[in-house]
């Protein structure tokens, strides 16, 4: 049978490139079909690489490569159904008995020192099995420490940690970078403060909560509480619903919400759609499967395309207050911080409430002052008194 091509599969028409990241499997390792091969990581996204046939696998490219789209990376040999030779990696000594050890005791070998040649099988025919090599560790003598004696005590000193460390930047985080950059430069870009009384909004889901979760599958978070703010307040702000391109601007009149999700290679702003039409489960649940697909490198570049804004929760980290950057060409962006109990004057009282400080970054290129601070104004209200989305005010 033919050898089987394994090739980096088309991204989108932006992406040309890309670091081939990780392999999943090691050269000469029998692969199932399906199974997932190498990782990609690309200025946008990162992405997987499966096998389209079962066979032995031949890498023609190592860990840390720029692949183009299209470039043949490994061979399959869908003929072969089983290894010939051991790994070199675990290659330890032979059993003392004819058969060779098993692949988990190699392992077990190689890990713990202990020859299986010295461990008596109880398996067919006296093989070595991995239960004899645990109970072989588990019996062998700690060694000690350090030793002492009467003149004085030896201790082994610990080795130095390295004092630096240097790894690539990955595309994707270069390209935020970029991006972060670009934002600061291109951009007027202010911030306005605000604080916001999560007590209703705490007590709301308090209430429903668990009537939530028995209809539904899943909790009422936050942030559909915030989206369905921020689209309110679209409404009523438009001017912050929009975007220039170049001396045009463009007004948007759809409610596509960008909301910020923190993953092991950068922040990502997947975007949720029609949030205008959407209820509070339908938000929780499109937020939770992007938020799930971004981690696991599942997303695709249709998933961040199109947004005319974005929320962002550094509060799910413990920050206090900060001012987010716009994510281009969206003219601002939303920023979340962490709910604490605070006293604040209330009707001429001093009362305990839970707090949260948010702030809205802007293009003041083209959004007034005057915009920005009645649109955080309308998020401030509806997180307070939830009703006013019931009745549009």
Known sequence: ?????????????????????????????????????????????TSEGTAEAAGRISLKSAAGDEVKIGQMVATIDPAAVAPTTPSPAIETPKSKNENPPSPAVRRLAAETGIDPATVAGTGKAGRVTKGDMLGAANAAPTAPQFQISNLKSEIAPTPAAPRQTRRKMSPLRAKIAQRLVAAQHEAA?????????????????????????????????????????????????????????????????????GIAVSTEKGLMVPVIRHCDSLGMADIEKAIGDAAKRAREGKITLADFEGGVFT?????????????????????????????????????GQVVIRPMMYVALSYDHRLVDGKEAVTFLVKVKQVIEDPARLLIAI
């Open 1 to 45: 049978m033919p050898l089987l091509e394994v090739k980096i599969p088309p991204m989108g028409e932006s992406i040309t490139s890309g670091i081939l990241a990780k392999w999943h499997v090691a050269d000469g390792d029998i692969v199932k079909k399906d199974q997932p091969l190498f990782e990609l990581e690309t200025d946008k996204i």
């Open 189 to 257: 870009m202010l911030t306005t403060f605000n604080e916001v009384d999560m007590s209703a909004v705490m007590a709301l889901r308090a209430k429903y909560q668990d009537d939530f979760v028995k209809k539904n599958g899943l909790k009422l978070g936050f942030m559909s509480f915030f989206t369905k703010a921020v689209v309110h307040a679209l409404k009523e702000v438009p001017g912050v619903n929009a975007q220039l391109d170049g001396d045009t601007i463009v007004e948007n009149h759809y409610y596509d919400i």
């Open 311 to 347: 929320i962002t929760n550094g509060g799910t980290f413990g920050s206090l207050l900060s001012t987010p950057i716009i994510n281009p060409p969206q003219s601002a962006i939303l920023g979340l911080h962490a709910i604490n109990d605070r006293p604040i004057a209330l009707n």
